[in-house]
């Protein structure tokens, strides 16, 4: 069996798509924008505050909190007891000017048939501040973010049921546009399409990467380095 994900869309593989699932950072816009970085460091300095660490001893626990629990937020909220919507809150107080329009991005989206979703492990003052950023805001239909999920993130499968079951998504009418693979395990396994967003300018990274494929890699339907091309491939417009 090929296993080796698409790159072009083809169309017939989402004419029964009723639901579109978008997760926000590095899928929605880039990961050039590096927009993230801004996020990674106020988590950083988050934790350096609440545990009177130096710099990069908050650091290695910040990225181990997010290697063990899929989320900074959720390694502290679970080893320190912290309160998440000051964190949440902090973490987010990034400079959004690096997010420009893009309207071919939204004319893209506007032509899907059916319903779109954010699904982030961030929070929605977070996804609207992007995506209103992005003008693309109004072309959703509703958010869920870390907050709706009880916290748990992505990739835990429970979360993804939690989405399914508020929404009534019918998951095999669906299909998940993430940037990390292991946050499409969870929706291949719930019958929907899965496409991975992969950076721009790391063609030959990116083809290495595809070149070897392991039974790992069976969940990812398609991957494309770009969004607004892969969707306007789709013809719906
Ligand atoms: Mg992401």
């Known amino acids: 069996m090929d296993k080796t994900p698409k790159t072009a869309p083809d169309a017939a593989d989402f004419a029964n798509i009723r639901d579109w699932v978008f997760d926000l950072d590095n899928t929605l816009y880039p990961h050039h924008v590096n927009l993230f970085s801004q996020i990674d460091k106020n988590m950083t300095a988050y934790v350096q505050e609440l545990l009177q660490l130096e710099h990069d001893e ?10 063990e629990h899929g989320t ?6 679970l080893n320190h007891g912290i309160d998440p919507d000051g964190f949440l809150e ?9 997010l420009l329009p893009h309207p071919e991005l ?19 003052p977070h996804a609207q501040a992007a ?34 079951a508020l929404h009534t998504v019918d998951t095999k009418n669906a299909v998940m546009f993430e ?22 300018n790391l063609d030959t990274v990116v083809i290495e990467r595809w070149e070897k494929f392991s039974d790992e890699d069976d969940h990812i339907d398609y991957v494309t380095d770009d969004l607004t091309a892969f969707l306007s491939g789709l013809k719906f417009a």
């Open 179 to 200: 940037d990390l693979p292991r946050n499409l395990v969870a929706p291949k396994a719930l019958g929907m399409r899965t496409v991975l967003l992969v950076p721009r």
């Open 131 to 164: 995506a209103r950023a992005l003008g693309i805001l109004d072309d959703f239909d509703d958010i869920f973010d870390i907050v709706a999920a009880g916290y748990l993130p992505k990739p835990a499968g429970e979360t993804y049921d939690k989405f399914a």
């Open 106 to 124: 939204g004319a893209a989206i506007r032509a899907l048939p059916g319903r779109k979703f954010i699904f982030t492990n961030g929070s929605v």
């Open 90 to 98: 902090q973490a987010h107080a990034i400079d959004y000017s690096a």
């Open 58 to 67: 908050a650091k290695r626990l910040q990225k181990q909190y997010y290697h």
């Open 72 to 77: 900074t937020l959720q390694g502290l909220m």
